[in-house]
């Protein structure tokens, strides 16, 4: 529990970073390794939400505050690791950072279960072969299952299921691309697979401490990390099957 007013107290909610999670925890007696909910109650509307920036383009932690409508930052923790608690609110914030942020919300917002905006599959995502099509249809139904597991049931078991599912799918499709590429001697495969392996690895990194929890914008966070990697990357391979005639697997 941390002080946030004369007789107000908060609790931990969602936390995404273990370090930061287990710091707080430990200090007010709350033991996340044995947690099996994701989302303990909050106390007179307050919590703490954490918040990772994937943004190119640095911001300032009062435009953070401003675009969550929070109280204060308790802590910035930059993605080299460093934890700053108390940060001045000029620190400027860099992509794959993470900000813990003190909020208030009201209950309506937290047990609502149109708490996260699902990913709509769109005619513009098409990138014209039939099977990436399919398999791009599949990933977004399985990032909206996990936003559910998160956001709706906040069981930690069907998180971790969701999440585990999602990984696996995002594996298998990335290989499949690969293979069709390798198939057809597409010119852009080593970028293309250089942009595969970042990409699992900043999901991998989304939960490296086996924690199952996750920032509270994480999807957000896949939603840019999918759909910017469909609309360009995806595009171009797409652009160039058709031109050779190449419509199916
Ligand atoms: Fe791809």
Redesign the pocket.
């Known amino acids: 529990m941390i002080r946030a007013g004369a007789d107000e107290v908060v609790y931990p909610i969602r936390l995404g970073s273990e370090q930061v999670a287990k710091f707080i925890g430990k200090q007010y007696g709350i033991d996340l390794e044995d947690s099996t909910n994701l989302a303990p109650p909050n106390l007179l509307g307050y919590n703490l939400k954490l918040v990772k920036y994937f943004d190119s383009k640095n911001a300032q932690l009062k435009n953070i505050i401003d675009r969550y409508n929070a109280i204060s930052v308790v802590a910035l923790k930059r993605k080299s690791g460093i934890t700053i608690e108390n940060p001045s609110l000029d620190t400027l914030v860099e992509r794959d950072d993470s900000v813990i942020l003190l909020v208030k919300e009201d209950k309506k917002a937290i047990t609502s279960p149109t708490s996260f905006e699902k990913i709509v599959w769109s005619d513009d995502y098409s990138v014209g072969i039939q099977s990436i099509d399919e398999e791009h249809r599949g990933l977004i139904l399985l990032i909206n299952r996990f936003g559910d597991a998160l956001f709706v049931s906040k069981s930690k078991k069907e998180v971790a299921k969701a999440f585990e599912q999602l990984l696996d799918y995002t594996v298998n499709h ?1 290989r499949n ?1 690969e293979e069709l590429m390798e198939k057809y001697n597409y010119p852009e495969i080593k970028q ?1 697979i250089q ?2 392996h970042r990409l699992t690895q900043e999901v991998l990194e989304l939960n490296k401490d086996k924690q199952y929890v996750f920032s509270d914008n994480i999807i957000e966070f896949l939603k840019s990390w999918l759909i910017n ?1 469909i609309l360009e ?2 595009r171009r ?1 797409g652009e160039f099957l058709v031109k050779k005639g190449i419509h199916e697997r």
Do not use: I, P
Request: aromatic share 12%; glycine share 0%; charged share 35%.
């Open positions: 990335f691309e293309h942009d595969h990697h990357v995806d391979l």
